[in-house]
């Protein structure tokens, strides 16, 4: 059931994304408090592997998976493959694998026939999702708007 469409969902829809930009802001804030206390070769040593990371995260199509099956809970192979434009099966099949591997996604066959297998965020993939989430609105914000009904800013520069 989706839920009910607020009175005026321009003032909701900023409200709720101001909360979530705030709350992000305050944490990197603090985050770099932490870490900007750390000697020189360890801070350089959480840099290289904090950016390995994102750079994984943020390669085409890593973070597409992660919004739909945060969006949509389960999703099996083909229909990820109808909902992402363009991904062949191979990429597909490697991206979930990675995704998995770095325990973000958990594959699981169904026994019968034909047999199925579904994919699913963990705790990790939906820890995850939660912080790529507003990055992904943020990036898309005004086609966000323009689909949910919601008034465009002037000038706005959106695809979709």
């Known amino acids: 059931m989706a839920p009910e469409r607020p009175a005026d969902p ?5 409200q709720e994304y101001a909360k979530v930009r ?13 870490l900007g206390g750390l000697p020189p070769e360890v801070l350089t040593r959480h840099l290289n592997h904090a950016v390995g990371r994102t750079k994984s995260i943020f390669q085409k199509w ?12 389960t999703l099996r ?5 109808r909902l992402l434009h363009g991904i062949s099966s191979r990429t597909l099949s490697n991206k979930l694998a990675e995704l998995e591997e770095l325990g973000f996604v958990q594959r699981r066959v169904r026994e019968g026939k034909p047999l199925r297998v579904d994919y699913r965020l963990t705790k990790k993939g939906f820890d995850l999702a939660r912080y790529v989430t507003p990055v992904v609105i943020f990036l898309s914000l005004d086609y966000v708007r323009r689909v949910a009904g919601l008034p ?9």
């Open 77 to 81: 192979f083909g229909e990820l493959k």
């Open 62 to 73: 890593t973070l597409e998976i992660v919004y739909l099956l945060a969006i949509r809970r």
């Open 152 to 160: 465009v800013e002037e000038g706005a520069q959106t695809q979709g």
């Open 10 to 14: 321009r003032a909701w829809f900023d």
């Open 22 to 34: 705030e709350g992000n802001a305050a944490f990197a804030v603090h985050v770099g408090e932490v």
